[in-house]
Structure formats: structure tokens, C-alpha cells
């Protein structure tokens, strides 16, 4: 069983990619909406709550975990590779990398939440690309909280959109990164507050490809090539999140 995080129905963006790319394994899905949002907390909470979840999940018999949330990969993951070295713990990261290569020195908008910009390791990857393209950090506190109420596309999120995107609406970027999972569920909106040929990047399939090899490398594959499951939970008990998080899964 692999077992599939995030703060809330935000990780749903890589586990579609991962049911897609691994149709045959057994997936869970826990959903920490009890803790969220995370992005506005410390490192030191987001470290202490993740790894706490993961011990849960692992006693509860996950053979993998994969951190489906771009700030508590950058809070938790070196610690936990630590503590459980035979586990494959695999996280995401903003997706700096393909962005910086959209043309020649582009101009790239990297939207996370506050703490994954804050972090150590987000500086580190933004600065390998600092000769190579303009990036501009907008952190989002917010836009999380606004897309787990189910707004994906409405005229609360717009206007939500039209604030935080103001002072940047005469700039042509080339790409915009989705560097929160929880983003990808708003591509439409979010892609309509944006000049046309933006390119709109976010980690998912990455992070799917990148599960499959270690998960190939650790012998944890089933063999199977459909007839997977995917069962959800989190940490509220609360059956609308599992059924968002289930119809999040189903859309395209
Ligand atoms: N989905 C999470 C991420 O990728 C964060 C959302 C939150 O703030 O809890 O960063």
C-alpha cells in the first residue's frame, strides 16, 4: 500500500498522476485537514506534524509514502529519510526546473505558500536557475484554504486571484510554476489571470515517474497493471473532503 499526503484534497493533483502512471497498486489517501493549512505555520510545526503522520501511516501498514504537498516536503522529508532509511519517501518540489527551460531566459512566476518559499530548500533550487531565468516568488496565503472549500473556478476565487495577480498584470511571463499541489485543482482561473502563452508547470507527473522508479528499485510493485484501489480519509473524519477528494481524482 502506498500511502499519499497532504494537507487536505491538494496531494489529489499527484495522485491522479500516479493512479494514471500505477494502475494495477493500492493507493491511500490521508488528507490532513485537521492541521491545514500548513503553509502558514512554521517549519518547526509542519516538521513535527508530518512526522507524525507518518509514523501513523506507517504503522497502519504503508510500504511508501509519497509527501503530496511541496511544503512538507521542504519541512520534513530529509528528517524522515533519516529516521526511516528502508522506507521510499518520495516529495515534491516546485517545478523551477522545466520552467527555466521554456526559452531562452524566461520569465517564470513561481506561486507557493508562504513557508515553501521561506525554506532553505526552495533557495537552494531557485538559485541554480538565478542565471538562467528571471523568477519572481508570489507567495499565496489563501489560495489553499479557498480551493479545499471547493472554489475552483468561481467568481470568489477570481477576485481572490484578481488582488494577488495585480501587480503583475502587464508582465508577460513565460511560464508560472504551480509550486503548491493544492494550484493544479485552479489551473482554469488561475490560467486566465495570466498572459497567453504562459506556460503552466506543476510537479505531479514528475513525482509519479520519480514513485514508480522507487518503488520499481525497493521490489514494492505489484506486477499488476489494473485493478487498483484508491481509498480515501483524514484527520477530520469529514465525508465532504473524501468526496471532494474523490471528485478531484475523476476530473481531468
Ligand atoms: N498542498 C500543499 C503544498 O503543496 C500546501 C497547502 C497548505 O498550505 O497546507 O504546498
Redesign the pocket.
Known sequence: MIAVT???V??VSVLRELVRLLPGEDFWYFGDTAN?????KTREEVLAIVTENVRMMLFCGAEAIVL?????TGAAAAALRETYPDVPIIG?EPALKPAAMVSPHPRVLSM??P??LRQEKYAALEARFAETADIVDLPCPGL?ELIEAGHLDDALLDAYLDELLAPYRDVPFDACVL????YPHAWRAIARHLSAGCVILDGGEGTARETARRLAAAGLLSGRTAGGTVRFSNSRGDEATDRLARQLLEQE
Open positions: 497532504d494537507s487536505g491538494g496531494g491545514a493549512p500548513y503553509g502558514t503530496a504537498c511541496n511544503t512538507a515534491i507557493a505558500t513557508l515553501t489553499m509550486g503548491c499541489t493544492h
